[in-house]
């Protein structure tokens, strides 16, 4: 889950919790057509592994990048938007979890460059039909994104 391998994954995920992470690696490896994720790390860690990897192997660029960084209120949407020129140059969505949809943390989100955000759930099966719409996302966003060799 922590390394790009020969597989080019579909989903980079930039999370500073474990424990979250490994939730949405099992989630959707359990779907019906799983999902390759790799996780990056805390944003530190993910900002250097993705400069890296859009600078010199274009080739391993995920699909999409979902952060989901809870270190402090404002750390998803800083993240997003340092990176945000960086993934739209390479035409990858970026998406947000965030612990709630309300109007006010959905629009910094979005403004700080999301192209959708998720709500975070502790309840294991809300929180599958949200990653369920996530995947959702990806496949109609990937869609219309220009087709990358």
Same mark, same amino acid.
């Given at each position: +889950?922590?390394?790009?391998?020969?597989?080019?994954?579909?989903?980079?995920?930039?999370?500073?919790?474990?424990?979250?992470? /490994?939730?949405?690696?099992?989630?959707?490896?359990?779907?019906? =057509?799983?999902?390759?994720?790799? &996780?990056?790390?805390?944003? $530190?860690? *993910?900002?250097?592994?993705?400069?890296?990897?859009?600078?010199?192997?274009?080739?391993?660029? #995920?699909? +999409?990048?979902?952060? =989901?960084?809870? $270190?402090?209120?404002? %750390?998803?949407?800083?993240?997003?938007? =340092?990176?945000?020129?960086?993934?739209?140059?390479?035409?990858? #969505?970026?998406?947000?979890?965030?612990?709630?949809?309300?109007?006010?943390?959905?629009?910094?989100?979005? *403004? %700080?460059?999301? =192209?959708?955000?998720?709500?975070?759930?502790?309840?294991?099966?809300?929180?599958?039909?949200? +990653?369920?719409?996530?995947?959702?996302? &990806?496949?109609?966003?990937?869609?219309? &994104? #220009?087709? /990358?060799?």
């Amino acid at each position: +889950m922590t390394q790009f391998l020969d597989d080019k994954p579909v989903f980079a995920l930039v999370d500073d919790h474990i424990h979250s992470a /490994r939730q949405l690696s099992r989630t959707l490896a359990a779907a019906p =057509d799983p999902a390759f994720l790799v &996780w990056l790390g805390d944003a $530190g860690r *993910a900002r250097r592994v993705l400069t890296e990897i859009f600078a010199s192997r274009p080739e391993r660029t #995920p699909d +999409m990048v979902i952060v =989901d960084l809870k $270190g402090h209120s404002t %750390a998803t949407s800083e993240f997003i938007a =340092d990176i945000a020129k960086l993934v739209h140059n390479a035409d990858i #969505p970026v998406v947000a979890l965030a612990s709630t949809l309300d109007a006010q943390t959905r629009n910094a989100l979005l *403004a %700080a460059g999301a =192209d959708a955000v998720f709500e975070r759930h502790a309840d294991l099966d809300v929180y599958r039909r949200e +990653m369920a719409q996530l995947t959702g996302f &990806w496949v109609r966003e990937t869609a219309t &994104w #220009p087709i /990358r060799a």
